[in-house]
């Protein structure tokens, strides 16, 4: 069964400290892995995906992502924190089963303070 | 990218009857997905709707309890049905925009409160 899971329910970085937000997966075949932002009160935003070609991806905000298939991880990085990066953030796999299905992991709750 | 509107963006329903959420999309797309975010949770998918055919249901998900209707490619409804306290939620609407390359993007949800 294709899965997503996100090891920390919450992180905390102080305020121009490099952050990442763990996510591993399991799933059959070549993954579409994505990452997407939810700030309170609002919908889901998309900041990158890794769907083939270079490891490191780069997307929206100054976060980028990095792909390691030996390890089935698609941590999301940022080398310097915002306070205004405080949101949940939600790893996710496209399911094989079907196009455009996404199979999401429980989210990170990344608090920066000043 | 797509543009995905949603409405309503919020309301507060009675227990025992039902509301209809409507996505729209700034651009022709094959499928359009629903999903539900219970309070705290994450993302759990609905059904996938595409247009001319009846929607392919999750496990779990009824058509009964979330009609839905997919009249054109720009366009859908979800139904909630009979609400009870349970189906307070998030609801949001989420297509992969052709052309895209593969980007799968979400509307702003229609948070729903159920009393």
């Known amino acids: 069964a294709q899965s997503v899971a996100q090891p920390e329910d919450q992180v905390n970085v102080a305020e121009g400290n490099p952050l990442t937000v763990k996510c591993t997966y399991s799933v059959s075949g070549n993954p579409y892995l994505f990452w997407y932002v939810q700030y309170p009160n609002r919908g889901l935003q998309f900041l990158l995906k890794y769907i083939t070609g270079d490891n490191l991806v780069k997307g929206s905000y100054g976060f980028e992502a990095e792909f390691n298939k030996s390890q089935t991880s698609f941590h999301l990085k940022k080398p310097s924190a915002l306070v205004s990066d405080s949101a949940l953030y939600f790893c996710?796999?496209?399911?094989?089963?079907?196009?455009?299905?996404?199979?999401f992991g429980q989210g990170t709750t990344l608090q920066v303070k000043p | 990218s797509a543009v995905i509107s949603q409405k309503p963006s919020r309301d507060i329903c009675q227990r025992g009857t039902s509301l209809t959420i409507q996505c729209q999309v700034d651009?022709?797309?094959?499928?359009m997905f629903w999903y539900r975010q219970q309070p705290g949770q994450s993302l759990t998918l609905i059904a996938t709707?595409?247009?001319?055919?009846?929607?392919?249901?999750e496990s779990g998900f009824v058509i009964d309890k979330f009609p839905i209707s997919r009249p054109n490619l720009t366009f859908s409804t979800l139904t909630v049905s009979n609400m009870s306290p349970e189906d307070s939620s998030i609801y949001l609407c989420?297509?992969?925009?052709?052309?895209?390359?593969?980007?799968?993007?979400f509307g702003e949800g229609s948070w729903l409160t159920v009393v």
């Open positions: 996710a796999v496209r399911d094989n089963q079907g196009a455009g299905k996404l199979i």
């Open positions: 709707a595409n247009q001319g055919s009846e929607a392919t249901y």
């Open positions: 989420s297509v992969e925009s052709d052309g895209s390359g593969n980007t799968i993007y």
């Open positions: 651009s022709q797309v094959t499928m």
